[in-house]
């Protein structure tokens, strides 16, 4: 057997492929999606998934939402995926997305993703937005940077998700979300 056919170790299973560095960052389904990972060519969507991470534990549904929308502009992003990296993690993204789905779906409260989206919106709001503004205490600063970045990105996939059932983003959606703007540029 010449040395270019042997196996090492004389094992006829085929070379395990090297780690690529989305299996270093944790396990595949769980925690590769943050942004240290995302390919330099959809650094665009390192904040939707930033997003989808943090609002998770609170609306899995609304994370799902998130992570589609970071799918869909990823392959907007590039098409053909032949950024360093970008298949693999389409694929990853992908898999996830599918395993995600229906256990999302069943745990959605509202009857459609729209209604979802802009239940959790108005919620993030109230509950973050409101809460840090109205907070004594300024060293909340930070909190309520990151907060803004989350709630823009919420509004984003509002959108979005809006568009595909044909809806459209009502008043009080709109009228929150032009507050938020108006804050963040003053503040920022």
């Not at 590769?32 to 060519?41: L, Q």
């Not at 799902?64 to 992003?77: G, P, S, V």
């Amino acid at each position: 057997m010449s040395s270019s056919t042997s196996r090492v170790g004389g094992s006829d299973q085929p070379p395990t492929r090297p780690l690529m560095r989305t299996q270093t960052a944790g396990n595949i389904g769980e925690t590769a999606f943050d942004s240290e990972i995302v390919p330099s060519s959809l650094v665009e969507i390192a904040p939707i998934l930033r997003a989808a991470n943090e609002v998770e534990k609170h609306n899995p549904r609304v994370a799902y939402m998130c992570r589609f929308y970071a799918f869909e502009k990823a392959h907007r992003l590039d098409p053909t995926s032949s950024g360093r990296g970008v298949r693999q993690f389409k694929i990853a993204l992908l898999q996830r997305l599918e395993k995600e789905n229906d256990p999302t779906l069943k745990g959605r409260v509202e009857k459609s993703d729209a209604r979802e989206m802009r239940s959790f919106y108005l919620h993030y709001y109230k509950k973050y937005i409101q809460a840090l503004e109205n907070a004594a205490d300024k060293a909340d600063r930070a909190q309520l940077t990151k907060a803004y970045q989350i709630d823009n990105v919420l509004f984003e996939v509002l959108k979005a998700v809006n568009w595909t059932q044909y809806m459209e983003v009502d008043r009080e959606i709109l009228d929150t979300h032009n507050k938020v703007a108006e804050k963040r540029g003053s503040k920022l």
